[in-house]
Each structure stands twice: as C-alpha cells, then as structure tokens.
RNA sequence: GUGAGUGUAGCUCAACUGGUUAGAGCAUCGGACUGUGGAUCCGAAGGCUGGGGGUUCGAGACCCCUCACUCACCCCA
C-alpha cells in the first residue's frame, strides 16, 4: 500500500487519478456518445491535440496571475532540455493548432470539440482529480452575442441529454480592454479602502487581481465585497450592448439564468461573456460547466485578430450528477458437450460474431449443468447448446435464460432471433 | 499548501474497559453435479489489522511519526 513498507511494495495509481474500471467505463461510453451527438448537431467537429505543450503556451494563454500557472501545473524538463507541460485546460492548444494550420483560411465560424484528460496539481476532493477529464467546445470568428446565447443552450441541451437536473446558469460580462482597466481601478480603490478588514489573500489580491476578491468565501469579505462596484455598472458601449443582446437571446430561448456580477473566472483570458452552470448535488466543486469569450487571445499569440468563445465541462462531475438510462447487454453463452462439440462451438462462435451477435464459450470442458451455471452467472442472454445430437441434426437448443423457454434452431436463424427477441424485453 | 475525519480479506462490516491462533456475510475457486441455469449443502483460498516506532507481561485497539483515502478551505471542470 505505502511507499514505505520495506518487503512487498504493490504500486497503485498515482494521488488525485484512477482507474475507470469496465462496469463505469460503459457509463463514460454512453455520456461520450451523447455528447458529441449533441456538438456535432450543431456543426462542430473534432479537433484533437497533444496531452503536452510547450510551457510558454499556458504561461502566456492562461495567464500569468492564474492560480492554474502559478500552482497548478505540471510541468518537467524533457530530455531534449525543453518546459514541457501536461495541459491543465484545452484552450491555449486549440488556438496554437489553428494558427499554426492556418484553420483561420477556413469559411467560418469555425467550431470544434474534444473530449480528453487535463491535469491540474491541486489537492483532490469530491469532484476533483489531478488527471480529470474535460468535454470542450470552441467557436472562432463569431462576434454576435447570438453565438454566446447558443453555446449556453447547447450547453443546457447537453446537460438535458444527460438527465442532469437541479442546475442553476450565472452569467456575467467581464468587459474588455477598453473598459475593464477603468473599472478595476474603482475597484482596486474601493477595496483599498477597506484592505484592513481583508483577509490576508484578499489583501494581496488588491495589487495583483482584484476581481478575484469576489470569488472569496470567507464571511467578512463577501460582506464587504457586496458594496465594491460592479463591472456591469461600468462597462463599455460595445459590452454593455453585447451583454444586453447576449441576455436578450438566452431570453428568445427560454433559458433561465442569473447575473451574477461577482462570476469572475479564474482564467486571465476572459472578455465580455463569461457564465457557469452549476449544480446542488455536488458539494463544494459544484460547477459542471463553465466558459466565456476570449477575444484577444488569438492577437496575443502572432495570429489573426479572430474572436473566441467556448465551454468546458467536467466529465467526472457530469457522471456523477447523470441520470444515465442502462443499456441491455445481450450475448450468447454457448455450452459444448464432448471434445467433437467443442471443435464445433469454437467455428460457431466465430460465424455468429462475424454476424455481430456478441458470444462466449468457456473451452474447458464441463457437464451441461456447469456451463449453464455459467451462462446464469455472467447473465448471459441466450445459450446455445451444442451435443453430439445436435451435431447430427444440424440444429442446436437455444435457450432464453430469462424464460427458461428453449427451441431448435438453424445456424443461420440465430442472429435474427437472437436480435428481435432481445428488443422485445 | 492548510484543516478535520477515516484506515481490519476483493466488497460490506465484527472483534467488550488492551487478553489465546483476528471472525462473519457477500463475491471468488473446487466438489456434491458428465444433457438443462439462478437454489442448497460441503470444502478451499483469501490478512504482516496501511507502514514504522513507542508504552505494556501482552496492542487491531493506547501514544508518536509517516503514508493513503475522504471531506472542507483554496481553486476550478
């Protein structure tokens, strides 16, 4: 168990990942599906980059001050002496695979999803892993508040498929260069002004972030955090008119949501929209999904002035929250009577599963009872009994082990039977 | 990084105020049972009680250290 103990060491999964056994992994299939159903309706299509990066691309796209950068990331020397990093979010990859394929000569807005493991060096809790794994979507190239509305009903929608009840949308604008730096200067004095009732992270976050005083939970400063401006209050023309369109759309959709002024996302790329769906049922990580708009980042790594948007979910927490429907499992458990029956089950089994009816034989050879023992044990649908009687005749007994009803059949009527009759249950 | 709680078989849990060789159910494997399953009965295997140290005649239990897990802070998906 521990590293410690000196005879048997047994390793075990590294602290904050584990292993997603058969019995869940069908759960993961299943919301995989669903999800990019739903994405690919709306016309966005795959991208899939590499687990790791350059260094340089987080530190520049998700930010410097970003607790992510600062504590969160791993990030080794590779033999070839480069900073490497395992992507603690999706983002900064995409925007670097699109400048550096030129994606942006494209007809666009362009739209593009993934589904894959992040990695964050964070002290694991409920609905939180160092290796988790996040469903994204990313749209470039649209500017319309439209866009904003839609990613946040595809998003519902997603959420809708998955059975996933209870959620709650907050939605802010953060602004945008022109009218954000006014803004955190109100603020950065407002909260001057009280820095002494601060708590000591606060305080730091007076000169490095203030907006990040919002996210804090201690009592005191909420308090006092309630009577700083609000960003909407100063917003620009151009924000204040995308903010209202935004709401406005999610309005025409009949999607609820709250502003939520003091939604700050702990990502520094942030302009304009930014939201989160949140749910009750998952303790204190309780964000399933979370995203915004990101107009400068392209600008800011060399590439085409382009616009961004997009949303990350956390598989983990949406599993957790699904209401997943179970999906019948259907095979064929075939039992063999005699070393002759044996050589003939094992060319069956072969034939039925080129037709895509899913079977199991066991080659070790036991008494009839064993082997539907057997079949009952691993709930196997149907079995096929295969005896020398049989052999002859050139027609098998297949049984329904949930009825107990048995008939003779042909080989070849196996697959349609087997498929209509297990629909019908 | 900080705090709290919990560590006994694959799983769920026992073992009195410290007292023989740490038990049970479920699951696993074998047998009763070589042409008809889920049952029943019999049996087997499975543990350095997370690890290390200490107190004691004696520790699964008490003390210290450590590790892991869980939850919360923080952060976020």
Same mark, same amino acid.
């Given at each position: 168990?521990?590293?410690?103990?000196?005879?048997?060491?047994?390793?075990?999964?590294?602290?904050?990942?584990?292993?997603?056994?058969?019995?869940?992994?069908?759960?993961?299939?299943?919301?995989?599906?669903?999800?990019?159903?739903?994405?690919?309706?709306?016309?966005?299509?795959?991208?899939?980059?590499?687990?790791?990066?350059?260094?340089?691309?987080?530190?520049?796209?998700?930010?410097?001050?970003?607790?992510?950068?600062?504590?969160?990331?791993?990030?080794?020397?590779?033999?070839?002496?480069?900073?490497?990093?395992?992507?603690?979010?999706?983002?900064?990859?995409?925007?670097?695979?699109?400048?550096?394929?030129?994606?942006?000569?494209?007809?666009?807005?362009?739209?593009?999803?993934?589904?894959?493991?992040?990695?964050?060096?964070?002290?694991?809790?409920?609905?939180?892993?160092?290796?988790?794994?996040?469903?994204?979507?990313?749209?470039?190239?649209?500017?319309?508040?439209?866009?904003?509305?839609?990613?946040?009903?595809?998003?519902?929608?997603?959420?809708?498929?998955?059975?996933?009840?209870?959620?709650?949308?907050?939605?802010?604008?953060?602004?945008?260069?022109? !009218?954000?730096?006014?803004?955190?200067? %109100? *603020?950065?004095?407002?909260?001057?002004?009280?820095? /002494?009732? #601060? $708590? =000591?992270? +606060?305080?730091?976050?007076?000169?490095?972030?203030?907006?990040?005083?919002?996210? !804090?939970?201690?009592?005191?400063?909420? %308090? *006092?955090?309630?009577?700083?401006?609000?960003?909407? /209050?100063? #917003? $620009? =023309?151009? +924000?204040?008119?995308?903010?209202?369109?935004?709401?406005?759309?999610?309005?025409?959709?009949?999607?609820?949501?709250?502003? %939520?002024?003091?939604?700050?996302?702990?990502?520094?790329?942030?302009?304009?929209?930014?939201?989160?769906?949140?749910?009750?049922?998952?303790?204190?990580?309780?964000?399933?999904?979370?995203?915004?708009?990101?107009?400068?980042?392209?600008?800011?790594?060399?590439?085409?002035?382009?616009?961004?948007?997009?949303?990350?979910?956390?598989?983990?927490?949406?599993?957790?929250?699904?209401?997943?429907?179970?999906?019948?499992?259907?095979?064929?458990?075939?039992?063999?009577?005699?070393?002759?029956?044996?050589?003939?089950?094992?060319?069956?089994?072969?034939?039925?599963?080129?037709?895509?009816?899913?079977?199991?034989?066991?080659?070790?050879?036991?008494?009839?009872?064993?082997?539907?023992?057997?079949?009952?044990?691993?709930?196997?649908?149907?079995?096929?009994?295969?005896?020398?009687?049989?052999?002859?005749?050139?027609?098998?007994?297949?049984?329904?082990?949930?009825?107990?009803?048995?008939?003779?059949?042909?080989?070849?009527?196996?697959?349609?039977?087997?498929?209509?009759?297990?629909?019908?249950?």
């Amino acid at each position: 168990m521990s590293e410690s103990s000196p005879g048997k060491k047994s390793i075990s999964a590294i602290k904050g990942t584990k292993d997603i056994l058969p019995r869940e992994a069908r759960a993961w299939q299943q919301a995989e599906n669903i999800a990019k159903n739903v994405f690919e309706l709306y016309g966005y299509r795959e991208i899939r980059a590499p687990v790791f990066e350059a260094t340089e691309l987080f530190e520049k796209g998700t930010g410097q001050t970003s607790d992510i950068v600062i504590k969160e990331m791993y990030t080794f020397t590779d033999k070839g002496g480069r900073s490497v990093t395992l992507r603690p979010e999706y983002t900064p990859s995409v925007v670097r695979a699109i400048i550096e394929h030129r994606l942006y000569l494209q007809p666009g807005p362009l739209r593009f999803y993934y589904i894959g493991p992040m990695f964050r060096y964070d002290k694991p809790q409920k609905g939180r892993y160092r290796q988790f794994h996040q469903i994204d979507i990313e749209v470039f190239g649209e500017s319309d508040p439209a866009i904003d509305a839609e990613i946040v009903e595809m998003a519902d929608y997603l959420l809708q498929e998955l059975r996933i009840s209870d959620t709650e949308t907050l939605v802010n604008s953060v602004g945008c260069r022109k !009218c954000r730096p006014a803004y955190i200067k %109100e *603020l950065r004095t407002a909260a001057q002004a009280v820095a /002494a009732s #601060l $708590c =000591a992270d +606060c305080q730091r976050k007076v000169t490095t972030n203030p907006l990040r005083i919002f996210d !804090c939970k201690i009592e005191t400063c909420g %308090e *006092l955090a309630r009577r700083f401006p609000e960003i909407t /209050a100063y #917003l $620009c =023309a151009e +924000c204040d008119d995308h903010f209202r369109n935004f709401r406005a759309y999610l309005d025409l959709y009949g999607i609820p949501y709250r502003i %939520e002024p003091r939604l700050v996302r702990g990502i520094d790329y942030y302009t304009k929209t930014t939201f989160e769906i949140t749910t009750v049922k998952l303790g204190a990580q309780n964000a399933v999904v979370g995203g915004g708009r990101y107009d400068d980042m392209m600008k800011d790594f060399g590439g085409p002035d382009i616009c961004g948007i997009g949303f990350a979910a956390g598989m983990e927490r949406l599993l957790s929250v699904a209401r997943l429907e179970k999906k019948p499992e259907s095979f064929v458990f075939i039992a063999h009577l005699g070393s002759e029956a044996k050589k003939v089950a094992l060319g069956i089994a072969r034939d039925l599963r080129r037709q895509a009816v899913e079977c199991l034989l066991e080659f070790k050879e036991r008494g009839l009872k064993a082997q539907l023992g057997r079949a009952s044990k691993l709930q196997a649908s149907w079995s096929l009994i295969i005896g020398e009687e049989e052999i002859k005749k050139g027609q098998f007994l297949l049984k329904n082990m949930k009825t107990g009803v048995q008939r003779e059949v042909r080989l070849e009527d196996i697959p349609d039977l087997v498929r209509t009759e297990s629909r019908q249950d």
